[in-house]
């Protein structure tokens, strides 16, 4: 069953002369379960991608269906609500609030959405447990590695129980061994946990651990390949000119 | 904990500097509210004691309306009347008392009974000694008094002692032959004398001031009260001693001006938590996209900013109420001492009235959330995606040119008001063109700091050109501090004009009204009131002192005009032309003076036309004791004494005609060209010895006092206006601070690439003087219409007083700001310079 869908998809910055087509007709579904990496060069429209599936910003045609709801025809409250309820985001740069300790910061989805503090608490160092840091659950971001803070964002963006995983550029910020360890994670929420992921990387070792990999160039989808292991992954980038 | 208030404490637990500066900014306006209107109270309640003496515990009192002495027999009438137990006749005086002999107690209230009604009305049982019986108060009777046991002990007399009293023949000694039980009302020590002899004393010929009277147990109180009232008829009041309106009228103003102070002061608070809120949604944005990317509501970004606006508000609030309570006790203090010498009143303590704490509480909340409302606002706007972009323009600025436009309509609009005439338009002129001028204050960052740095960078060559860079790439940050810097500048620069044109023009009155060779006045310096006349004899003995030319003296008697006390000064026109005059207004002149000696004539003060909208050649009605009159103003005219006070003055033939008054409360006094000056003050003196109440000075003494006491207020007033620009440092030095922060890795760079830490502090010096720079440019030009507008505001009330341009409160200003700019740079110029360059440049 298809947890993302979209038709057509277009965004174009600024109008006339100036204008800068970000993202041109791009056509992608996405199933449950499913994680799907996507690259491409600088500039390519990946980020603009993610970010009107996420419904952060608004496409300038086309359609973005989630989860069966056409998101274009949603109030901001209710697009707030969706994402709130079945869109986790994991970004580069962590984003965890510097004052709350890893629980209360993974807790903050469900808190937001007005779950009960120690039901939110509960699940939230549930989550923590699962992504491996059960022993760090009062740690402040500042007393964590970026492999950790990564993870508390991993679990934050599962409390809640989400259909589709966001994550843009993931491992962007962290050394090869927390890549790689952060690229396992979300291979294992996808295969064990069941969430679609959609990731944008321009690590091709990243890029390996997914099933499919959609590779853009100018804002379109220029290949889109299902990949059984690295081997695989390879030969698509070299076929796209990625290596 | 909610997660709102979770982030909030730990954000402000975070910061620690900022949140202590912000909240500074708030505790300061809050201590000024709270602690000012917590000393008020006290003094006004310790006036009032003073003025009204005590009525005690009975069912009634009967005034004349116009609070002045009346017959006796009214007594008997108001016995009379059905539903009436008991009525007594009483004449009650407040006598401030002299230093010498100390009796402890700075004022008495000496009250008149009749010791044959008495005591039905107001039961005194005995606890030492005996009570005032009717021998008492027989003409030949041996002057005797009773006092409660407390107010004895704490004189220090005891039962046959004898006790001085100040009184219109100088002074009169009495025999305490007994004690009583009933306690004093507090703060007022009483002391019971003979009715006759209290009539004699303060020369009240028959009458007396109040009547006291109990009710039957069975009566209907309402009816009752208003059976004496349709008896007496519209002459006299029922129910209290009229208050002292135009003093507690006088508090009310003063309350109201150290409010506005003290919102002042919180609109310059407001400024420095806008900034720091709109610093902290900057910080934040990476924040506030998760949180929106994460399912936070608008409304929900919207709350959280709000939930710590709140708490910082409500730990400033909290802090700034015990502040204002130390502020309080400090103030009243000082003042104690100052006004118990000037007016020798009672002691006064701080007293919190529930306004006082709304007032505080409301206004430090307030203002808090309301400067945190616009960034909160702008947060809860920000898309998710614009707040995780890397970097984004600040879109305050975007509004920066559509706000300076609204300014300069503001201002255009409020000078166009300074000209309208009157003072309320001019005084929202003043607010106008201040609110105009921090709207338009972002943009006028650039060209007055374009200009200003030409100076700074002669100084600091290589540095001063970064530091002007570093303020003009956050225009709004800097706008918000101007603002807050040109709020205490133009504060300053008015008060200082206020001081100036007032100050100088008391000065004026003083040496025109006053300025005689000797001066006997009493040591109440307000006349109305509690101070004890002196009769004729004073004068007359002046009079006949060798080397004195002429005499003049001042009498006084209250009066109500269109339901207002007012004061009626009684002088004898012919010998007060002779050595002194007025300072005359409406065209009138020394020729005028003759014109009282005609009935039905007053000359009015400035204050007393401005408050009945009365003036020269105008006819009103005023309340005696003979019943109302008719009256027409021949001049107007100021003295320096009564310039505070609505004041007519009559002649003292008309004074004794209607008021019956005979007793001077102001004698003054000129030598006789070539006397021997030394030999005629130790004359004086002689007399004055007689008369413990007055106090005699002479002119260069004179002119001392009123020095001094002009050199205390322009004290008290300079460090208002020190106090009042104390919350523009805290804006300085948290921009500086937040803005050092900010630019940390930039710092890093700079040292790295071979800045020394000298150059680093002295652009963070360089960029405060300039920021200092823009709010006295802006202060300079806002405080001189305020200026004005103060001084006409004071004029409109009838003290007039030339306008004297405010040069010294401009350099004043100027100066506070260059302090200022350097004090507030210390800290984070250090900071800057202390930065590790390796640590700065990995700073995010």
């Known amino acids: 069953m298809a947890i993302v869908e979209t038709k057509g998809l277009t965004k174009v910055y600024g109008s006339g002369e100036t204008a800068v087509v970000a993202l041109d007709h791009v056509d992608l579904t996405l199933d449950a379960g499913e994680f799907v990496a996507v690259m491409g060069p600088s500039g390519c429209g990946k980020s603009t991608l993610l970010n009107l599936i996420g419904g952060l910003d608004a496409p300038t045609s086309g359609t973005v269906v989630i989860d069966g709801r056409e998101i274009s025809t949603l109030s901001d409250d209710e697009m707030t609500r969706l994402r709130r309820e079945r869109i986790g985001f994991v970004f580069q740069f962590f984003n965890l609030i510097p004052v709350l300790d890893a629980s209360e910061n993974a807790a903050l989805p469900l808190v937001l959405n007005g779950t009960g503090a120690a039901e939110a608490r509960r699940k939230a160092e549930e989550w923590l447990g699962r992504v491996g840091l ?97 081997a695989s992954a390879r030969v698509a980038m070299e076929r796209v000119g990625l290596l | 904990m909610s997660i709102a208030l979770r982030l909030a404490w730990r954000y402000l637990s975070g ?8 909240t500074l900014a708030i505790v300061f306006g809050v201590m000024l509210i709270f602690g000012l209107n917590g000393v008020l109270p006290g003094m006004r309640d310790a006036m009032q004691r003073m ?25 008997q009438r108001v016995a009379e009347v059905r539903g009436v137990g008991a009525a007594t006749p009483v004449a009650r005086r407040t006598v401030a008392m002299p230093a010498k002999p100390d009796y402890k107690v700075t004022s008495l209230v000496v009250v008149g ?39 004895a002990e704490k004189m220090g007399v005891k039962v046959g002692d004898a006790i001085v009293l100040p009184s219109a023949s100088g002074t009169t000694e009495v025999t305490l032959v007994g004690t009583i039980d009933s306690p004093a009302p507090p703060g007022s020590d009483e002391l019971y004398v003979p009715l006759s002899l209290a009539q004699e004393m303060f020369a009240l010929g028959d009458r007396i001031t109040d009547v006291d009277a ?36 006088g508090f009310d103003a003063a309350a109201a001006i150290f409010n506005v102070l003290g919102f002042f002061a919180l609109a310059m608070g407001g400024f420095i938590i806008l900034n720091t809120f709109r610093t902290v949604v900057a910080e934040r944005r990476h924040d506030i996209g998760m949180l929106r990317a994460t399912g936070a509501s608008r409304r929900t970004i919207l709350g959280l900013f709000l939930t710590e606006s709140l708490l910082q508000g409500a730990i400033g609030t909290g802090l700034g109420l015990l502040a204002g309570w130390g502020f309080a006790v400090f103030v009243s203090g000082v003042l104690r001492g100052y006004i118990q010498g000037l007016m020798r009143m009672e002691d006064f303590g701080v007293v919190f009235e529930p306004q006082a704490w709304v007032l505080a509480v409301g206004l430090g909340m307030g203002v808090t959330v309301l400067a945190a409302v616009v960034p909160a606002r702008a947060a809860a706007r920000i898309t998710p995606l614009d707040a995780l972009r890397p970097q984004i323009g600040d879109v305050y600025e975007k509004a920066a040119t559509r706000r300076a436009w609204a300014g300069l309509a503001l201002i255009v609009v409020g000078a166009a008001l300074l000209f309208v005439g009157s003072t309320g338009a001019m005084g929202l002129g003043c607010v106008l063109i201040l609110v105009g001028m921090s709207l338009g204050a972002a943009t006028a960052v650039k060209p007055i700091t374009d200009a200003t740095s030409r100076a700074i960078e002669a100084v600091y060559r290589s ?50 009204t006053t300025g005689t060779d000797f001066l006997l006045i009493p040591n109440n310096l307000i006349v109305s009131g509690g101070a004890v006349g002196a009769g004729p004899e004073l004068a007359q003995r002046i009079r006949a002192t060798d080397g004195i030319a002429a005499v003049a003296t001042l009498r006084y008697a209250p009066a109500v005009v269109q339901g207002m006390t007012v004061q009626v000064i009684g002088i004898d026109p012919d010998e007060y032309g002779r050595i002194a005059s007025f300072r005359w207004t409406e065209g009138s002149s020394d020729a005028d003076l003759e014109r009282l000696n005609r009935p039905g004539t007053v000359i009015a003060n400035g204050n007393f036309r401005g408050q009945t909208g009365l003036g020269k050649g105008d006819t009103f009605t005023m309340m005696t004791p003979a019943g109302k009159r008719t ?65 005699l ?114 350099a004043a200003a100027v100066a506070i700001g260059l302090a200022f700019a350097g004090l507030a740079a210390w800290y984070p110029a250090r900071q800057a310079a202390k930065l590790d360059v390796i640590r700065a440049l990995r700073y995010e």
Do not use: C
Request: glycine share 8%; net charge neutral.
């Open chain 2, 697 to 810: 000075y002479d002119s260069a003494e004179w002119q001392k006092v009123t020095d001094n006491l002009f050199a205390q207020l322009r004290a008290t007033y300079t460090t208002l206006a020190l106090m009042l620009a104390i919350p523009s440092l805290l804006a300085l030095l948290n921009t500086l601070a937040i803005g050092v922060l900010a630019r940390t890795r930039e710092i890093g760079m700079l040292r790295a690439v071979g800045a020394t830490r000298r150059q680093v502090k002295r652009m963070v010096v360089g960029e405060s003087l300039l920021l200092a720079s823009v709010g006295v440019a802006a202060g300079l030009v806002a405080g001189v219409p305020l200026s004005v507008f103060v001084v006409k505001a004071i004029t409109m009330l009838g003290l007039e007083f030339p306008y004297v341009f405010p040069w010294s409160g401009m």
């Open chain 2, 214 to 249: 109990v009710f039957e147990a069975t009566a209907d109180r309402t009816a009752v009260e208003r059976a004496v009232k349709d008896r007496l008829g519209d002459a006299y009041t029922i129910g209290g001693i009229a208050t002292e309106s135009t003093l507690a009228a």
């Open chain 1, 134 to 230: 059960g022993d760090r659950l009062r740690a402040r971001p500042d007393q964590l590695s970026g492999g950790q803070q990564q993870r508390v964002a991993i679990a934050r963006a599962l409390v809640s129980e989400p259909a589709l995983v966001l994550a843009d550029e993931p491992t962007g910020n962290l050394d090869s061994k927390s890549s790689e360890e952060i690229a396992s994670l979300l291979r294992q929420v996808s295969a064990e946990w069941g969430r679609a992921v959609l990731m944008v990387t321009h690590d091709p070792r990243i890029a390996a651990h997914a099933d499919r990999i959609v590779f853009m160039r100018d804002g379109r989808v220029v290949d889109d390949t299902k990949i059984a292991d690295a």
């Open chain 2, 463 to 512: 540095e001063g050109g970064v530091a002007r860079a570093n303020l003009q790439r956050n225009p709004g940050r800097a706008g918000a501090t101007a603002s807050a810097v040109m709020i205490s500048i133009a504060l300053v620069v008015m008060i200082f004009g206020m001081t100036s044109s007032v100050l100088g023009g008391y000065g004026e009155y003083a040496k025109r």
């Open chain 2, 51 to 75: 003025m009204l003496a005590a009525i005690g515990e009975v069912d009634l009192t009967v005034t004349s309306a116009s609070s002045a002495p009346f017959p006796a027999e009214v007594a």
């Open chain 2, 631 to 695: 009256f027409t103003i021949v001049g107007g005219g100021n003295d320096y004494i009564n310039a505070k006070l609505p004041t007519v003055y009559v002649s003292q033939d008309a004074l004794a005609e209607l008021w019956g008054v005979t007793t001077d409360i102001m004698v003054l006094a000129n030598a006789k060209e070539g006397a021997d000056r030394a030999a005629v003050r130790a004359a004086l003196e002689g007399i004055a010895r007689d008369y413990p109440s007055f106090a």
């Open chain 2, 15 to 22: 910061r620690k500097l900022r949140t202590a500066l912000t």
């Open chain 2, 113 to 151: 009974i009749d010791p044959a009604t008495a005591y039905a009305v107001r039961p005194m049982p005995v606890a030492d000694g005996r009570l005032l019986e009717e021998r008492d108060d027989a003409p030949d009777a041996a002057p005797a008094a009773i006092a409660s046991r407390a107010t």
